[in-house]
């Protein structure tokens, strides 16, 4: 049954309607796009193909953007064209400020739950900033296929979560296409079309901002007063850099130039500027000529909350990690880096993410795309210290934590929520009590879920939280959080001594509780890592002069041609110059020599925790 229309050149408001999926990840959100994708006609079912929206690489070969950032989709009801625009949202809680935005440019959500899971952590996180937005909220439960889906008693979970009855919850399967075309009609039929005015100044908000190689800068945008035109001169409300505008149209999802894009339509802007900070998620848009009086408010700055140093292995690799930086921060709005030396690894960067998803991403990008081999050291929070004489600096690396003088350690805080079945409730609290945790409070979802909320020290999440989180819960647990000012803490440095010399890549600030667990762990993790040496090498961990903990290396002469009785000195040779060739792969620290595998090993969490942190 083909109910599609030519896309429409959507002019009047009332035939728009703009949308987002919000969904726990792996509920099924690129699925169910694809499937919608698939239904309106907007690709042809010989050029679909999993994940359609996803497809990076041919993004790449074609050098021209088709994310899913937004998708223009005609649908047909009672004998009328509307034009559906579905905005893609990030799904991670790194990027929360870029979702809200996301939300901002719609007028309704799909609140996608899976059929055989329930409500989960990220489904609470997005359906509250959807109702922060003001958005109305379509339940639907997916995977209804699956014969472990038990879509009545999560009807009802959605249900009293959302104020509504069971029975108005949609049930649909993005594999299988059920329920797709009754969900694209109660699009059509519940969400609200977009109000503005077409006569006042253009304002429009800028929902996101992609670099793309052949065409510059993309940008995403949703118009909410006027129209936009091409060759027009565009501002940006928050810089008051002005643009020409070369290129205004829509994605369905090819790019599709336009005449312009007026009152709540979304589409794309192209004004040959190199990089995404010039059009800044969360700016607004306006028309040089005829400029807006107020922006359409909400605009801020990606804060960065978690660094790291960036260091390459081989020293000589610093100009290419330099331009892998800048080249990726054309992209990416949110990364920030500054040169920084370190006496152990030589000269680097200290780099801020918006999380460690983030700086997984990123690291993983840089070893990827510019053949990068990497040590970063171990990520740390930013600390706001007041000096006795009231100076406050804002520490990013422990290294540059002041000694003595301190009045007040101030660290950032977040709040977080934490879903799973009843019988994990102590293992839950025992958790976020170790972490320093306050319980804020807790919900019963069903007779056998529970919502936990606890306010915690960000650095007390960041490492290894979720991991351990999953593996007390058997990995029904889900968490989400979002910064929550700060607060004072009992906070020390730990240093590390090799033979005496502090090794600034392993100093960390920890609670003061928790400081000799570090130092006991780091010396004997290096007693393990470090060979032993020509002469006996002690490793300290000290707070100021103060020593917590020590381990001792033992000496040795390594002789490498004890093995070679006889005369033969081709293979000696050899020996001696395999010994050299290792050397090169040591740091000196004073004179004990680190191979710099003990670096990286002693750097990395064991666990792994930043890729698993993306599976939340
Ligand atoms: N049986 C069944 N499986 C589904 C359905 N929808 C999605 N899946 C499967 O669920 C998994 C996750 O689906 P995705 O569409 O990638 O989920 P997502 O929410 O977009 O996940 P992220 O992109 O990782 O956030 C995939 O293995 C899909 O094949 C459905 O309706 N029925």
Known sequence: MARTAPVPAATDPSVIRNFCIIAHIDHGKSTLADRMLQLTGVVQPRDMKAQYLDRMDIERERGITIKSQAVRMPWEFDGTSYALNMIDTPGHVDFTYEVSRSLAACEGAILLVDAAQGIEAQTLANLYLAMENDLTIIPVLNKIDLPAAQPEKYAAELANLIGGKPEDVLMVSGKTGVG???LLDKIVQDLPAPVGDPDAPARAMIFDSVYDTYRGVVTYVRVVDGKLSPRERIQMMSTKASHELLEIGVSSPEPVPTKGLGVGEVGYLITGVKDVRQSKVGDTVTTLHKPASESLGGYEDAKPMVFSGLYPLDGTDYPVLRDALEKLMLNDAALVYEPETSAALGFGFRVGFLGLLHLEITRERL?????LDLISTAPNVEYEVTLEDKKVVHVTNPSEYPVGKVAEVREPMVSATILAPNEFVGAIMELCQSRRGILGGMDYLSED????RYRLPLAEIVFDFFDTLKSKTRGYGSLD?????????????????LQGETVDAFSAITHRDKAYSYGVMMTS???ELIPRQQFEVPIQAAIGARIIARENIRAIRKDVLAKCYGGDISRKRKLLEKQKEGKKRMKMVGRVEVPQEAFIAALSNDDGNGKDKAKK
């Open 180 to 182: 797709v075309e009754d």
């Open 367 to 371: 070893e990827r795309e510019y053949k």
């Open 449 to 452: 879920r529970v919502e936990i």
């Open 481 to 497: 959080w979002k910064a929550d000012g700060d607060q004072v803490a009992d906070l020390v440095k730990v240093d590390i001594m």
């Open 525 to 527: 993790k290096l007693r």
